[in-house]
């Protein structure tokens, strides 16, 4: 499994703004979005560092908090020691991880179990769940998947390229435990198409 490396914390432009930092040299994924909530020991992203790859998480202790910006370089570009990755604020109508009345949220985050991560998009297109209209979708939630496994296909100028499960961790296999994007919306790079949580 990836090794886990805590993320730098620094005073945000704004009085009640977090900056999340680059604890190391490398190149960085980002998995969060802004609008997403995260709390300590949520993951955030992977960092690669010449062959070696870490799971960046939020430092304990840190109460939960929302992802207002991303000021960080794209998906998959290197990024430099203390290297801005994202700005957080307070989560405002959140107490001890649940939601109070009126509280904004990102049902998709907060209802997931431990140790889920995303499956992201890698490019711009239109995704398709099922390799045809007929044809069962190539997964479902509750599904056991293993790296390398079809779990969609993404349209690009009538081209069609698979989306693979691709997720370092999972030697065991994944259990998918949430599809977030349905049948032939259009997806940009780094968007959530699922969740999958070790089995």
Same mark, same amino acid.
Do not use: C, H
């Given at each position: 499994?990836?090794?886990?490396?805590?993320?730098?914390?620094?005073?945000?432009?704004?009085?009640?703004?977090?900056?999340?930092?680059?604890?190391?040299?490398?190149?960085?994924?980002?998995?969060?979005?802004?609008?997403?909530?995260?709390?300590?020991?949520?993951?955030?992203? #992977?960092?690669? +560092?010449? +062959?070696?790859?870490?799971?960046?998480?939020?430092?304990?202790?840190?109460?939960?908090?929302?992802?207002?910006?991303?000021?960080?370089?794209?998906?998959?570009?290197?990024?430099?020691?203390?290297?801005?990755?994202?700005?957080? #604020?307070?989560?405002?109508?959140?107490?001890?991880?649940?939601?109070?009345?009126?509280?904004?949220?990102?049902?998709?985050?907060?209802?997931?179990?431990?140790?889920?991560?995303?499956?992201?998009?890698?490019? #711009?297109?239109?995704?398709?769940?099922?390799?045809?209209?007929?044809?069962?979708?190539?997964?479902?939630?509750?599904?056991?998947?293993?790296?390398?496994?079809?779990?969609?296909?993404?349209?690009?100028?009538?081209?069609?390229?698979?989306? +693979?499960?691709?997720?370092?961790?999972?030697?065991?296999?994944?259990?998918?435990?949430?599809?977030?994007?349905?049948?032939?919306?259009?997806?940009?790079?780094?968007? &959530? &198409?699922?969740?999958?949580?070790?089995?």
């Amino acid at each position: 499994m990836p090794a886990t490396l805590e993320a730098l914390i620094r005073q945000g432009d704004q009085p009640e703004q977090q900056l999340v930092a680059s604890p190391a040299v490398g190149t960085f994924r980002p998995w969060a979005r802004p609008g997403d909530l995260v709390q300590a020991g949520e993951a955030l992203g #992977e960092l690669t +560092t010449l +062959t070696k790859r870490a799971v960046i998480v939020l430092p304990r202790p840190s109460p939960i908090l929302r992802v207002a910006s991303r000021p960080g370089p794209p998906g998959g570009a290197p990024v430099d020691y203390a290297s801005a990755l994202f700005v957080l #604020e307070p989560a405002a109508g959140l107490e001890s991880g649940e939601l109070t009345p009126g509280a904004q949220s990102d049902p998709e985050l907060l209802d997931l179990p431990p140790g889920a991560r995303p499956i992201l998009a890698s490019i #711009e297109g239109q995704f398709y769940r099922s390799p045809n209209p007929d044809a069962p979708p190539f997964i479902q939630e509750g599904d056991v998947i293993k790296r390398g496994q079809v779990i969609g296909l993404v349209e690009v100028m009538k081209f069609f390229y698979e989306v +693979t499960f691709e997720l370092n961790g999972f030697e065991a296999g994944a259990q998918v435990v949430r599809v977030v994007v349905e049948d032939g919306v259009a997806v940009s790079p780094d968007q &959530i &198409i699922a969740y999958v949580a070790p089995v």
